[in-house]
């Protein structure tokens, strides 16, 4: 079945120590979307690629980078982990069209910093 | 940043009640989506809705959208135990954006 994975589903760091989150979907899509959840609220977008093209939020932390080598695979790289960076990672993709744009997730990275 | 607000914030109701939530938008949109997340786990996309459509049933669910009033609701009908989970509105807005509402926390009762 077509889906998006997420590795490893718990990742256990470091306060300062790089980690690096991993997101591959075989839906094809050309839109791969990173999102961090804090419990009980809302997913919150850190960036977004559309094929290539790097989308960043405003808000998003330096300390969090992304990479997208092809279209199958997506990382996010946190460069030093704070306390305030545990929390669930989620990987989304969407198809590109212009009044569509349903996403799917993967099952989320649970990050714990210690 | 956040766009949506949902109410309420959390819902308990007895199996086989209908459930209402309710999210509002503050900026244009092309689509409102709602999705379910169960604890710990990632969101599943339960509906969209375009922003020329006023009302879209998908078996238990119906959603509607006031573009006027930038609100939208969600009803899930004859509730199961198995709803239990948290409900989430999300727009898109520009350049593939889409923005994630507070969430309503539905609990139901066996």
């Known amino acids: 079945d077509a889906m998006v994975i997420q590795n490893p589903r718990y990742q256990v760091t470091q306060f300062g120590k790089p980690v690096t989150l991993s997101c591959s979907q075989t839906l094809n899509h050309n839109v791969m979307y990173w999102y961090q959840q804090k419990s009980s609220q809302a997913p919150k977008l850190l960036f977004h690629y559309y094929d290539k093209d790097f989308n960043n939020e405003a808000d998003t932390p330096d300390n969090f980078q992304s990479r997208r080598p092809n279209t199958s695979f997506c990382f996010l790289d946190i460069r030093s982990p704070g306390l305030g960076d545990a929390a669930m990672y989620l990987c989304?993709?969407?198809?590109?069209?212009?009044?569509?744009?349903?996403?799917?997730f993967g099952p989320g990275t649970r990050l714990t910093v210690l | 940043s956040q766009q949506g607000e949902e109410d309420p914030q959390a819902l308990s109701i007895q199996e086989g009640e209908n459930a209402t939530m309710n999210c509002s938008y503050k900026t244009s949109i092309n689509n409102l989506q709602w999705y379910r997340q169960n604890s710990g786990r990632g969101l599943v996309h339960l509906i969209l809705?375009?922003?020329?459509?006023r009302e879209k049933h998908s078996g238990r669910l119906r959603v509607t959208l006031d573009t006027s009033k930038k609100s939208s609701s969600l009803l899930i009908t004859a509730s199961r135990a198995a709803d239990t989970a948290s409900y989430f509105c999300?727009?898109?807005?520009?350049?593939?954006?889409?923005?994630f509402g507070a969430g309503t926390r539905l609990t139901v009762k066996p």
């Open positions: 989304a993709t969407s198809s590109r069209g212009w009044q569509e744009h349903e996403q799917f």
């Open positions: 809705i375009r922003s020329n459509e």
């Open positions: 999300a727009t898109l807005i520009l350049n593939n954006d889409m923005r």
